[in-house]
């Protein structure tokens, strides 16, 4: 699953990579509902989001669905601060302009 905080969407970009991408989202409200309706493996979550940030996102994909895999993202890196990730139930930070080269299998591969 992915969210999309910009409006640009990372799924063709994951799906290039072989992953599967069982629901999109445009915010936080549209990401749990499609979290629960689409029970995915593992959601990538932009930080900033129109509803929520995606920090509190994780937190609440977290408690719907303990064994969520969430890969936090953003264009501004200076959004999630170590002591915020390790707060956030999010494995880890990547930040959007890495998406395409950094290896998200130790944080999304089962």
Excluded: C
């Excluded at 640009?8 to 979290?35: F, K, P």
């Amino acid at each position: 699953m992915t969210t999309r905080g910009s409006g640009h969407s990372r799924g063709a970009l994951m799906q290039a990579r072989g992953y599967a991408i069982v629901a999109e989202a445009a915010n936080g409200a549209e990401a749990l509902a499609a979290a629960e309706r689409a029970s995915p493996d593992a959601a990538l979550v932009d930080v900033q989001l129109p509803d929520t940030d995606g920090l509190a996102l994780a937190r609440a994909l977290a408690e719907t669905d303990g064994g969520l895999r969430i890969v936090l993202t953003s264009t501004d890196r200076t959004l999630v601060p170590a002591a915020a990730l390790a707060g956030s139930s999010a494995l880890a930070f990547v930040p959007k302009d890495e998406l395409g080269t950094a290896d998200l299998a130790p944080w999304l591969d089962a």
